[in-house]
């Protein structure tokens, strides 16, 4: 079964400061990974994900990942953060199979500093 | 609007009781799921469905049972409910498992 660990339960950074969270996941087949970011008293909505094909992948807001196999991670990143993107973040994987599951991590709350 | 639907937004259950959370999508989906979010746990799944009429235990699944009698309604039952169930659950529908997940706004259920 595959699981989700993000190593930051939270996060601060100054304002137009880089940021990176970090996701690692475990699964014994190949897997779809995702981020997913949540606005305060809000759903969640998909920032990126990734496939197959290139390992970078690019998504809304100025974030990117990068799929790395041999570490089993799928890190964010962002080269300059602004206030609004205070908010949870949630790195989420699901295995190539024909269960659907959709397994999150316990989230990263980046908190952006003016 | 197109998308996915929860109700009740909110409730307040007295242990014990039986309780239904309704979720409804109108994108026909494959595949739904039933969350439970709680502080520093993150969103851990109870229960998910490929497609109708197939249903899947997820992470925490005692207490809760779910059906899926059609493609569109997941409703998620607590045949008992008690106070560790009091958390904000989120329901979420995609096409299948390389695709977007789509979450409702979520229902904040106190068992008191």
């Known amino acids: 079964a595959q699981s989700v660990t993000q190593l930051d339960s939270q996060v601060p950074v100054f304002e137009e400061a880089p940021v990176e969270l970090r996701c690692n996941y475990s699964?014994?087949?190949?897997?779809?990974l995702f981020w997913y970011v949540q606005y305060p008293n809000q759903g969640l909505q998909l920032l990126l994900k990734?496939?197959?094909?290139?390992?970078l992948v690019k998504g809304i807001n100025g974030f990117e990942a990068e799929f790395n196999k041999s570490q089993t991670s799928f890190h964010l990143r962002k080269p300059s953060v602004h206030i609004s993107d205070t908010a949870e973040y949630f790195c989420?994987?699901?295995?190539?199979?024909?269960?659907?599951?959709?397994?999150f991590g316990t989230g990263t709350r980046l908190q952006v500093f003016p | 609007i197109a998308g996915i639907t929860q109700a009740p937004t909110s409730q307040i259950l007295a242990a014990g009781r039986r309780m239904t959370l309704r979720c409804t999508q109108d994108?026909?989906?494959?595949?739904m799921y039933w969350y439970r979010q709680d502080l520093g746990l993150g969103l851990r799944l109870i229960h998910y469905?490929?497609?109708?009429?197939?249903?899947g235990k997820g992470e925490v699944p005692d207490g809760y049972s779910v059906s899926r009698a059609n493609t569109d309604d997941f409703p998620l039952t607590l045949a008992s409910a008690v106070p560790s169930q009091t958390s904000v659950y989120f329901c979420?529908?995609?096409?299948?498992?390389?695709?977007?997940?789509?979450f409702g706004q979520g229902t904040r259920l106190t068992v008191v």
């Open positions: 979420a529908s995609r096409n299948r498992g390389n695709t977007e997940a789509f």
């Open positions: 699964s014994s087949v190949s897997v779809y």
């Open positions: 990734y496939l197959s094909g290139s390992t």
């Open positions: 989420a994987v699901s295995e190539k199979d024909n269960t659907d599951k959709l397994i």
């Open positions: 994108m026909r989906h494959n595949a």
């Open positions: 469905s490929n497609t109708a009429g197939t249903t």
